[in-house]
């Protein structure tokens, strides 16, 4: 629209009827007259119309071939077509709309009746084009605000995670390390199609990061315990493993507003399991074989290799071979069978990202190892 005038082309090989429809229109809007298809499509490679109007019946491009090529690129395809034309039989209208034409207007017109189509038809384009560049607004705006959200969510996060690791974990990085051990072991089962209908049910974009929470319950546990440097008492330990159920209770208060949220659904069960064993034997629920979330399951290997390559008060690090033996020794024990042998698979790989760590980790004056984790 320039200077406020909408711009129509009319195209029509019949030179009376391009003269005619000029005088109608030319008082209202910026009209372009042509007559063929190809002088059309010569035109819109330099101006785009707000509206075409578009003889049938022409040599060369008839208005039916000129319509489909409009359509079918890009650039012209939303620019509204209104036919014109001298047939008047239901099915030329029909084939015209079918095409794509907003409407079918028949020769001769009337000029006030025309004039009032044509006008009808720009407004509601106007109208259309004002409601899409609303909801494209709405869009950005939304996609901005939820990015916006997601950033804060993630740097919350990040503090929250920090805050645990800081306390618990003397060398660092236990997280991030059990986050790759986690996403081995699940890609195996992706690959490999292993549990794939849990698998294939979850959402992988936030199972893995919702793993970093898995400890957030040691928040509540003092730093004469956590920090303990040697082994703990029988009561120590029954209060370190308690922050697998507070874990999941903090998550669960936060997923009371926040219900349908894959990552702390994930979260959740991460806290809650991960110190399940596949024979029983672990806490908080002594759940036993598949009644544990495959989520506790692959996080019981993850946490427990990790614990024991990584150098912990009361413990030196153990050597990847000695920690890969011990995890296989807890095979239908501690740990899922299944999930055992495809760690054995990928201990080649546990073991480069263990000796990436281990090579920072040796420090003098270490204690004697205890393959225990909480
Ligand atoms: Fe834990």
Known sequence: MKNGRQTIFLVDDNMTNLTTGKTILKDHYDIFSMPSGVKLFELLEKITPDLILLDIEMPEMDGYEALKRLKSEKKTSDIPVVFLTARNDPGSELEGLNLGAIDYISKPFSPPLFLKRIENHLLSQTRQR???????????????????????????????????????????????????????????????????KEVSAWNLEFLVPSAQLHDVGKIAISDAILNKPGKLSFEEFETMKKHAAIGEAAIEVIMKTNSDNDFLHHAKIFAGTHHEKWDGSGYPRGLKHSMIPLQGRLMAVADVYDALIALRPYKQPLSAPEAERIILEGREKHFDPVLADLFQELAPEFAMIAEHCNSALQKEGAADPLPATA
Request: a neutral charge; hydrophobic letters at 35%.
């Open 130 to 196: 004002a409601l899409k560049d609303y909801n494209d607004n709405l869009q950005q705006m939304v996609q901005k605000r939820t990015k916006q959200v997601v950033e804060l969510q993630n740097s919350i996060l990040n503090t929250v995670t920090e805050m645990v690791e800081f306390r618990d974990d003397v060398t660092g990085g236990h997280i991030e390390r059990t986050q790759r051990y986690l996403k081995l072991l699940v890609d195996k089962l992706l690959s490999e199609r292993i549990y794939w």
